[in-house]
T-cell receptor, first 112, second 112 residues
């Protein structure tokens, strides 16, 4: 069975400090990993996916198959980064449409 | 381009009743997925439809069902409602080739 674990329910950092949101997964095959974000009063939306290897809004995430992790990082946090962040896994190639397994989410608060 | 539209946004039902929720995907998107979000379990995959066919189903009882119409609009139905069915039900549409999910605002169901 596939599983996604986000160990921190809440993470509070000061503006300008580095941010790391942890995500560990359990899956026997080659997963596709995603980070979704939900800003206050907005819809859940895709932030980034490992296959595209992009930096979005200053965030990056590297898939570490040895440690089965997909941590989300940003070197300098901004107040507008405050949101709920969800790590998600798809076990199907080209995934996302075939049923994502989500972590429970981490509420990131950036303090001024 | 209009986003994913879900109706109704809020509804209250009593135990034993049934409920039907509707989802209109983004124009051109042929895949529609449904997720249940609760404080305890987080986001859980219900099912996914593509071209009127259910392609994948999550681990939910048979009381949860869905369908998709030829215009890609989808409905989900929950019969014999239980208190534990109280949740936010999210619909997401996608272009199969990208796998990125575009979420609606959700239908919040309260079962009394």
């Amino acid at each position: 069975a596939q599983r996604v674990t986000q160990p921190e329910k809440l993470l509070s950092v000061f503006k300008g400090a580095p941010v790391e949101l942890k995500c560990n997964y359990s899956y026997s095959g080659s997963p596709e990993l995603f980070w979704y974000v939900q800003y206050s009063r907005q819809r859940l939306q895709l932030l980034l996916r490992h296959i595209s290897r992009e930096s979005i809004k200053g965030f990056t995430a590297d898939l570490n198959k040895g440690e089965t992790s997909f941590h989300l990082k940003k070197p300098f946090a901004q107040e507008e980064d405050s949101a709920m962040y969800y790590c998600a896994l798809s076990g199907v190639a080209g995934g996302g449409a075939d049923g994502l397994t989500f972590g429970k989410g981490t509420h990131l608060i950036i303090q001024p | 381009k209009a986003g994913v539209t879900q109706t109704p946004r809020y509804l209250i039902k009593t135990r034993g009743q049934q409920v039907t929720l509707s989802c209109s995907p983004i124009s051109g998107h042929r895949s529609v997925s449904w997720y249940q979000q609760t404080p305890g379990q987080g986001l859980q995959f219900l099912f996914e439809y593509f071209s009127e066919t259910q392609r994948n189903k999550g681990n939910f009882p048979g009381r949860f069902s869905g369908r998709q119409f030829s215009n890609s609009r989808s409905e989900m139905n929950v019969s014999t409602l239980e208190l534990g069915d109280s949740a936010l039900y999210l619909c997401a549409s996608s272009l199969l080739t990208t796998g990125e999910l575009f979420f609606g605002e959700g239908s919040r169901l309260t079962v009394l």
